[in-house]
């Protein structure tokens, strides 16, 4: 099946502080997905992408679909406390029963206030 | 607005027991979905359901079983409980393939 290689695993950062993640694939999407989990909790959705190229914005996260559609990045800026949690990406196909979802294996972040 | 409710929260059982993780949305998704996540990786499906009556499997369905005989409703059967299966467990569900999927906040099971 498809894979997703997402980096870094972990991170241990100041408040204040910009992070950056990604997500690589061997295989194409058409629509990367960005979620965090709190501890304890479920994976919420935070940025949808779907378009190679694009940039969206959530506050202060912005997540981008790479051009080759193998890629995404988020970044978060000026962290905060309550931006600690595990951050997954996950692709997305279309077509018959492809559109189930491939996640990666997460970044767990950290910050200390 | 409930959304979605998992039971039990956590459940400690012997090999070879069975058990039932219930899974209730109220949001009259067609869609429902039943995953797992292990210690450092990323959440695998098991089943899933576009709508009820009809199920199929995901990527990990081996030793599980599913049924979804409402739309509210799409209980994850263990039957014959392994130390494998010891995981968290995320049900899920969406309007449609495409739309946004809510997950529930898991049910921590440990097989001994």
């Known amino acids: 099946g498809q894979q997703l290689n997402q980096s870094p695993q972990s991170m241990f950062i100041q408040e204040g502080e910009d992070v950056s993640m990604n997500c690589t694939s061997s295989s194409i999407f058409n629509t990367w997905l960005w979620y965090k989990q709190d501890p304890g909790e479920g994976p919420v959705l935070l940025i949808a992408l779907y378009k190679a190229g694009e940039l969206t914005s959530n506050g202060r996260l912005t997540a981008q679909f790479g051009i080759t559609r193998k890629d995404s990045f988020l970044n978060i800026s000026a962290s905060i406390p309550s931006d600690v949690g595990i951050y997954f990406c996950a692709g997305q196909n279309s077509g018959g029963s492809n559109y189930k979802l491939t996640f990666g294996k997460g970044t767990l972040l950290t910050v200390n206030p | 607005n409930a959304g979605v409710t998992q039971t039990p929260k956590f459940r400690i059982l012997k090999i070879g027991q069975s058990m039932t993780l219930q899974c209730t949305q109220d949001m009259n998704h067609n869609y429902m979905y039943w995953y797992r996540q292990d210690p450092g990786m990323g959440l695998k499906l098991i089943y899933y359901?576009?709508?009820?009556?009809?199920?199929d499997k995901g990527e990990v369905p081996n030793g599980y079983n599913v049924s979804r005989s409402t739309t509210e409703d799409f209980p994850l059967r263990l039957e014959l409980a392994a130390p494998s299966q010891t995981s968290v467990y995320f049900c899920?569900?969406?309007?449609?393939?495409?739309?946004?999927?809510?997950f529930g906040p898991g049910t921590r099971l440990t097989v001994t």
């Open positions: 359901s576009v709508g009820a009556g009809i199920t």
């Open positions: 899920a569900s969406s309007y449609d393939e495409w739309a946004e999927q809510y």
